[in-house]
């Protein structure tokens, strides 16, 4: 591997940056950072053949920290941001922060807000933070006792990383028991669903609130709505997400509340149970409207940014994102300037047909070269074709791409997306049609 040697001429306020994930969310970060004046070479693994355009892509095991190091050793890296889940779970972070790399993502200690239900859980019984009434289960004779008081639709959440597939809903009580009984033997989701969570149903709206925090302070980002189910009505399976729009129209002072009554509670339990928590804090939450007073509950963390919420909401800055991903992670995040956002914004993921089920891969996208004002395609699931040269690009997952429409109005930012996403095929394309409903 070539080593960058330093000289004289190069800036040194800029860095070699290294981005970990090959998804939409990671190639909506790497354009953030391509565009950053802290960036000198952007380096994506294992990137894809979007984010190709923008950074040198290369295929290395994300979640070996001895390759993330080497990696890092290699090409002079000395920033690198974590965008999935599972490289924090195990700990990269640490271990390239103990190496004197910058990193923006938490260690494995925060990283357990997302990677077990029930840490989080008593983490927020212990600080006040408001989530619903919860049990935590080993076996079948703990989850009758936590199910026999509760009535439908019974909530059920594997503890540990599960790609989004870890949250159930049953009907009756029989089939909550099972659902229970296959989680707990490991048939459903392996060692993931041997200890499980039991909670109340919260009604209302769900709301994605991301914040960018260095453990001290925040930057609040633009509030977003995810669509979690695959088919249009919310109808269908759960998925990673079929598409996002931001800002979402809040009643006054909800803002102000995420703040006050999780986010700054949040950051205030991690330090003092000695968490140093650097990089986007996912607050996963249920607004409720139906009572006198609008009320909110946190359904879940994550410990990274959203997808596909950041694809809806990245387009919205013009500040340098990567210069504020970089503070947080020195621990400056106030000598950061404010982050400016304008108009609004809404993404359409594009899926295999079949997808989350079974689905088939390798079919040529068309229409990638269109080129609309105010619009940005972001690449999941695709690789190149055999004969590169040809430059064909197929489809190679489940979420292929995350077509976004940025525009003053929310009406405007939806059609721009679905002009584009109209624009382009593949065998057995989906995509929802109703992407930001609550809204029109
Ligand atoms: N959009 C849901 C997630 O990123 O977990």
């Known amino acids: 591997m070539k080593q960058k040697i330093k000289t004289l001429f190069d800036d040194p306020a800029k860095m070699n940056v290294l981005v970990l994930g090959g998804g939409g969310r990671e190639h909506c970060l790497a354009e953030a950072l391509s565009k950053s004046r802290i960036t000198a070479e952007l380096h994506v693994a294992p990137g894809n053949?979007?984010?190709?355009?923008?950074?040198?892509?290369?295929?290395?095991?994300?979640?070996?920290?001895?390759?993330?190091?080497?990696?890092?050793?290699?090409?002079?890296?000395?920033?690198?941001?974590?965008?999935?889940?599972?490289?924090?779970?195990?700990?990269?972070?640490?271990?390239?922060?103990?190496?004197?790399?910058?990193?923006?993502?938490?260690?494995?200690?925060?990283?357990?807000?997302?990677?077990?239900?029930?840490?989080?859980?008593?983490?927020?019984?212990r600080h006040g933070i408001p989530t619903s009434r919860f049990d935590i289960c080993t076996n079948q004779e703990e989850c009758r006792a936590a199910l026999l008081p509760r009535t439908a639709p019974y909530v059920i959440k594997a503890d540990g990383l599960a790609a989004g597939k870890g949250v159930f809903l049953a009907d009756d009580i029989r089939e909550a028991e099972a659902l229970c009984g296959n989680l707990l033997c490991g048939a459903k989701l392996g060692t993931a669903g041997m200890t499980v969570v039991i909670e109340d149903f919260a009604p209302g709206k769900e709301l994605t609130v991301l914040a960018i925090t260095d453990g001290k302070t925040y930057r609040l980002l633009e509030p977003s709505r995810d669509h979690k189910r695959v088919f249009d009505g919310d109808k269908g399976p759960n998925t990673g997400g079929m598409g996002a729009y931001a800002p979402v129209t809040l009643p006054d002072g909800i803002m102000d509340m995420v703040r006050d009554i999780v986010l700054v509670p949040t950051l205030d339990g991690l330090r003092n149970e000695g968490i140093d928590f650097r990089g986007v804090l996912y607050m996963g939450l249920m607004l409720d409207e139906t009572g006198g007073s609008p009320s909110l509950s946190v359904i879940e963390y994550n410990v990274r940014f959203g997808d596909p919420e950041t694809q809806a909401i990245l387009p919205l800055y013009s500040g340098d994102i990567g210069a504020a991903l970089l503070a947080a992670a020195e621990g400056n995040l106030d000598d950061c300037d404010e982050l400016v956002h304008s108009g609004c914004s809404l993404c359409v993921v594009m899926t295999s047909g079949g997808y989350p089920g079974g689905f088939k891969r390798g079919f040529p996208i068309s229409g990638l070269e269109k080129e609309l004002p105010g619009v940005h395609i972001y690449h999941?699931?695709?690789?190149?074709?055999?004969?590169?040269?040809?430059?064909?690009?197929?489809?190679?997952?489940?979420?292929?791409?995350?077509?976004?429409?940025?525009?003053?109005?929310?009406?405007?930012?939806?059609?721009?997306?679905?002009?584009?996403?109209?624009?382009?095929?593949?065998?057995?394309?989906?995509?929802?049609?109703?992407?930001?409903?609550?809204?029109?």
């Open 49 to 125: 053949p979007g984010i190709e355009k923008i950074a040198k892509v290369h295929d290395i095991d994300t979640r070996n920290s001895f390759s993330v190091k080497n990696f890092c050793a290699a090409f002079d890296i000395e920033f690198v941001v974590i965008g999935p889940e599972a490289p924090l779970a195990e700990g990269i972070a640490d271990s390239l922060r103990e190496n004197g790399i910058k990193v923006f993502g938490p260690g494995a200690a925060g990283a357990k807000l997302e990677s077990s239900k029930a840490f989080a859980k008593l983490f927020m019984r």
């Open 380 to 440: 999941g699931g695709t690789r190149h074709g055999a004969e590169k040269e040809q430059k064909k690009i197929l489809t190679a997952g489940g979420r292929v791409l995350s077509v976004v429409g940025v525009g003053a109005t929310f009406t405007e930012a939806k059609e721009k997306a679905y002009e584009m996403v109209s624009a382009i095929n593949f065998e057995g394309a989906h995509y929802r049609k109703d992407i930001g409903w609550s809204e029109s």
